[in-house]
């Protein structure tokens, strides 16, 4: 079945520092979506990526989709206190719309 | 607010028990999908309604079942809880069916079972 693996596991950075998070699947997506999970909390929508190489910029946030629609990062741009959580990245499996979620990348920000 | 409305938001029970777990979706959402998260794991899809009907199912154990309801309201069932069971779930909501649809989370049910 499909797969959608995140790496890394977990990050910590301090605060000011970059950070990246790659999400890979094993197979073609035909669109993408990142969720941010606080701790204690439930996943949000940050964006959805559609088109083959596609790069979107959320403030110090930039999201890319890889021209084989198969991965896709998410980099963040001097960390803030306010990026500690979960990063997943979620992709539809078959015709319906049910999405699988990848493994998730904890990122932790320390002053 | 994600408009997603879960209840209840804590649920502690013994094991062999059987518990049920309610979901409002969003306002004119047909869609609803429940997920598993246990302690540091990711986000494991059980099961996906529109508009009344099972659309698509995970890795949902025989033990579980869930419905969802004329109104659109969801309610996952968890019968014979085993310790393992002990774990937040959460349901969330789409529009429409459709690869690509954005989907909302409620705020999550956890569940503990000693």
């Known amino acids: 079945g499909q797969q959608v693996m995140q790496i890394p596991q977990y990050q910590h950075v301090q605060e000011g520092e970059d950070f990246t998070t790659y999400c890979n699947s094993s197979?073609?997506?035909?669109?993408i979506q990142w969720y941010k999970q606080r701790p204690g909390g439930h996943p949000v929508f940050l964006i959805q990526l559609v088109k083959s190489g596609e790069v979107k910029k959320q403030k110090r946030l930039t999201f890319q989709f890889g021209e084989a629609k198969k991965n896709s990062s998410l980099h963040i741009t001097a960390t803030q206190t306010t990026d500690v959580g979960t990063y997943f990245c979620a992709g539809p499996k078959g015709t319906a719309s049910k999405l699988t979620f990848g493994t998730g990348t904890r990122l932790q920000v320390t002053l | 607010d994600s408009g997603v409305t879960q209840t209840p938001k804590h649920l502690i029970t013994a094991t062999g028990q059987r518990v049920t777990l309610r979901c409002s979706p969003r306002s004119g959402d047909l869609s609803v999908y429940w997920y598993q998260q246990s302690l540091d794991q990711g986000l494991q899809f059980l099961i996906q309604?529109?508009?009344?009907?099972?659309?698509a199912k995970g890795n949902i154990l025989e033990r579980f079942s869930a419905q969802q309801f004329p109104d659109l309201h969801s309610e996952l069932n968890l019968s014979s809880l085993e310790l393992g069971d002990s774990a937040l779930y959460f349901c969330a909501s789409s529009v429409r069916l459709g690869a690509g649809n954005t989907i909302y989370f409620g705020e999550g049910s956890w569940l503990t079972v000693v």
């Open positions: 197979t073609t997506l035909s669109n």
């Open positions: 309604y529109y508009n009344g009907e099972e659309r």
